[in-house]
């Protein structure tokens, strides 16, 4: 018996689906792109939620980028003299530059243009926030460590980037509220000493408000920051996959391995549908909410300063350092003079961004570990750490609020003398007491998670031994429970030791110091046979008695 096959029916290639092929092979011959994508593809991308704010950043940054393309059709980054003739009612025939009469068109004439503002808008906060909020995960998860301290001061170049490509943004529509910004800053340049004004002279064009400064920070706003910026980011992300990512301890994570799931295509699918998430929830906040309305403020007039003006929130602790200063600080030396009221903030300031620039390699200093970590810690296993994080957000806190210093004082009824000077006071002591709170916290939660990992939870029932004792039956964890709670380093600080002459330098006499300080008061994880000799105690008593003797108490 002979059996016969349908025969298949093959179908031929299309011209599109010829042509695509042949487009890709005639790429790839000459840039093996595919194996590239075949390597990204493999990498790993772990799943904690943690890991979504750098996600935002970026899809952030892409909105800011099509939606700034859209704006930039319709802006007119000109200081000349107009007369507004536009559709709001309110300003029409009063004077203004041709930036502020454009950004108004764009508002009211321009089909889609206020919601193109409003998003690009938010989107810049949100940019801004999410970078911060994301250093925050990395520093206090220890995640900057080797071989990660480059791309922890690229992501926070990143962050000072964003900062000026949003400060920028925000001055270039020449409203009231924005030109009361651009004037704080000539005065705090006009404050440096020698060179103040001259440097004031070359940014503004001449005389503040000068002629040029709206056309320059467009320059700096569409061209030259934002180069630098997808430059920064593409090597962020280019390191990022060298180094592999950080995770969080877990079963079959180890610093050899991540656990999660692979970019192709499971990642990416994710994030696309991720970046429409973001992109959704930003256009539905500019839809309801107004943000930066320059109608009501009009255009910039030096005469009408008022409490209330603010730049925004990411630039407020520079606003904030100068309002805490007082304001009699200064001398002069010849014809001289130097106001210690701006240059105090100033070096204060930038000695607060280098620390934080270079706080890796200052830690790594400090504790000797040249060791490449994967794995994150967890907060208060290092306490020291996490109470630097608690002060230093301390500080820059006080310094945001300082910025709104006038409103507080209105709102509350209060004086303004009296914000002033508390807020001076928050800010000397404000990060001490963050610092040795957060650090005794640390340490505390760590006794607890010692004696949960040697005893188990307290489990409410109470258990009477045959000599009367009574004592807590306590609920055991499991093994992988035990081993989160356990499994940190224990780092002891770094000894003094002489060189080959003999001599200890007062260099490495400052690095003992220093990592004695940031070892103290450390708590030991659990041993192996602290494990064994708690399991044995914990239930010899209670195995020992019979069944009929114990009272159980509920």
Not at 16 to 34: L, M, V
Not at 118 to 144: C, D, E, K, P
Not at 147 to 159: A, K, Q, S
């Amino acid at each position: 018996m002979t059996t016969t096959e349908t025969p298949k029916t093959v179908l031929a290639p299309t011209r599109g689906a010829r042509f695509t092929g042949a487009a890709a092979n005639y790429i790839d011959e000459r840039t093996s792109i595919s194996g590239l994508v075949k390597e990204l593809g493999r990498k790993i991308f772990p799943d904690h939620w943690s890991f979504m704010l750098g996600e935002v950043a970026l899809y952030s940054f892409i909105v800011i980028l099509l939606t700034g393309t859209f704006l930039t059709f319709f802006f007119q980054a000109s200081m000349a003299d107009v007369t507004y003739a536009g559709s709001y009612i309110p300003l029409k025939g009063v004077d203004m530059s041709a930036a502020m009469n454009s950004t108004l068109n764009i508002s009211f004439d321009i089909r889609g243009g206020l919601l193109m503002r409003q998003v690009h808008h938010w989107a810049a906060l949100l940019f801004v926030a999410s970078i911060g909020l994301h250093m925050l995960r990395i520093y206090f998860t220890g995640a900057f460590r080797k071989p990660r301290e480059l791309n922890w001061l690229i992501g926070f170049v990143l962050f000072v980037l964003a900062m000026a490509e949003g400060f920028t943004g925000y001055s270039l529509p020449d409203d009231l509220l924005s030109g009361n910004g651009l004037r704080i800053i000539d005065g705090l340049v006009k404050g440096l000493p020698v060179i103040g004004t001259w440097t004031s002279y070359l940014l503004f064009g001449g005389e503040f408000p000068g002629t040029a400064i709206v056309g320059r920070l467009y320059t700096l706003h569409i061209l030259l920051l934002p180069a630098i910026l997808v430059a920064a980011l593409g090597i962020h992300l280019v390191l990022l996959v060298i180094n592999k990512h950080t995770q969080f301890a877990g079963p079959g994570k180890t610093n050899d391995n991540v656990v999660g799931v692979p970019i192709m295509p499971v990642f990416a699918a994710k994030a696309g549908g991720f970046f429409f998430i973001v992109f959704g929830v930003i256009v539905l906040i500019a839809s309801f909410f107004t943000i930066n309305p320059i109608w009501t403020y009009g255009p910039y007039d030096p005469s009408p300063v008022s409490a209330g003006t603010q730049p925004d929130w990411y630039i407020g602790f520079a606003d904030g350092a100068l309002r805490l200063v007082p304001s009699d600080w200064g001398f002069m030396i010849g014809p001289w003079t130097f106001s210690l009221n701006i240059v105090a903030p100033v070096l204060v300031l930038g000695l607060f961004i280098v620390a934080v620039a270079i706080y890796p390699f200052i830690e790594g200093w400090v504790t000797g570990d040249k060791r490449e970590h994967h794995i994150a810690d967890r907060p208060r296993n290092a306490p020291t750490r996490t109470a630097i994080g608690a002060a230093g957000v301390t500080f820059y806190a006080v310094l945001w609020a300082a910025a709104s210093s006038d409103l507080i004082a209105t709102h509350f009824g209060l004086t303004i003398e009296g914000v002033i000077t508390t807020l001076q006071y928050l800010l000397i002591f404000g990060p001490i007491v963050a610092y040795l709170v957060t650090k005794r916290i640390c340490l505390g939660l760590m006794k607890k998670d010692r004696e949960i990992a040697l005893h188990g939870y307290e489990s409410g029932r109470i258990v009477r031994l045959p000599g009367g004792e009574y004592i807590e039956v306590h609920e055991q964890l499991s093994d992988y429970e035990r081993w989160r709670l356990i499994s940190y380093d224990d780092y002891k600080p770094l000894m003094l030791r002489p060189d080959a002459k003999g001599r200890i330098s007062v260099t490495e006499r400052l690095r003992a110091a220093m990592s004695n300080w940031f070892f103290e008061d450390r708590i030991a994880p659990v041993t192996r046979a602290e494990l064994e000799q708690a399991h044995h105690s914990g239930h010899g008593a209670i195995e020992a008695a019979p069944e009929s003797e114990p009272a159980q108490l509920h």
